[in-house]
């Protein structure tokens, strides 16, 4: 299993934006897809994005389409989430997860599918 991490989480106001970003050390994420997932108060986790191993590929939930946007810069060993025209529906511990399919393989939002989690990061919403 390899280590991400997750930044960018903070508090933010109704209609604002943030940008997380997922790391990993020692390891090249592009043998990965990877996903967002995120779990708010008192509610299962959900998977909201995801996104194939070289990028040509994005699979987003209808809670977070035309919203959020998924990208990732393989030469940096990055993976972001631009998160725009925030509610405070979308609070909550915000994960990046990977998972080692295939290289052509589209990628899923199930969380069975992924073996590397992060620790999560924080996002609130205001109103």
């Known amino acids: 299993q390899l280590q991400l991490v997750e930044s960018g989480g903070g508090l933010v106001q109704l209609g604002g934006s943030l940008r997380l970003s997922c790391s990993a050390a020692?390891?090249?994420?592009?043998?990965?897809?990877i996903g967002w997932f995120r779990q708010a108060p008192g509610k299962e986790r959900e998977g909201i994005v995801c996104?194939?191993?070289?990028?040509?590929?994005?699979h987003y939930a209808d809670s977070v389409k035309g919203r959020f946007t998924i990208s990732r810069d393989n030469a940096k060993n990055m993976v972001y989430l631009q998160m725009n025209s925030l509610t405070p529906v979308d609070t909550g511990i915000y994960y990046c997860?990977?998972?080692?399919?295939?290289?052509?393989?589209?990628?899923?939002?199930?969380?069975?599918?992924?073996?590397?989690w992060g620790q999560g990061t924080q996002v609130t919403v205001s109103s």
């Open positions: 997860a990977a998972d080692p399919i295939l290289l052509f393989r589209l990628c899923v939002l199930s969380s069975d599918e992924y073996d590397s």
């Open positions: 020692g390891v090249t994420l592009d043998d990965y897809s």
């Open positions: 996104i194939s191993r070289r990028g040509g590929n994005a």
